[in-house]
């Protein structure tokens, strides 16, 4: 099992064998995709947590980190566009999404078919690195 602590200024709010959704005081949720098989239900469980926390929260930004996340298949990618996504815009007044590419250029491409897709008013930028993803995310 991998090291599960995280600095003050972070808090675990859920982890499954393909992500890790953690709380950041600073006003974002952070996304940690795993290097594993994405799975529908991981997914989905992933993502259902996500919305979740920013319903609980008040949180309306997320940083997903996709740097090691394998391609998301396309009825998953259906589901994130026409579901998760307007639910959680709508329900979790989800604003703000930074996304640190993924390596992997097939994972890279299959969220850019997702973001491409959206008919929301969210936000979407894409980054190198943490601290650009952050500091964009911050800045409005």
Sequence with gaps: MPDLRYPI???????NSLASIIAHN????????????????DLREAYEHVLLLLKDSGITKVLSDHQLLAAIM??????LVN??????????GYS????????????HL?????????ATPLAVNYFDDQRQAEGWLLQA
């Design 9 to 15: 200024h972070e808090s675990l709010f859920f982890h």
């Design 26 to 41: 600073l006003g974002y949720v952070r996304i940690e995709w795993h290097p594993t098989l994405v799975r529908t239900s």
């Design 74 to 79: 396309p009825d998953d990618q259906y589901w």
């Design 83 to 92: 579901n998760w996504v307007p639910r959680a815009v709508r329900e979790g």
């Design 96 to 107: 703000r999404c930074a996304i640190i590419q993924a390596y992997d250029v097939i994972s």
């Design 110 to 118: 299959a969220t850019l078919k997702v973001t491409n897709s959206l």
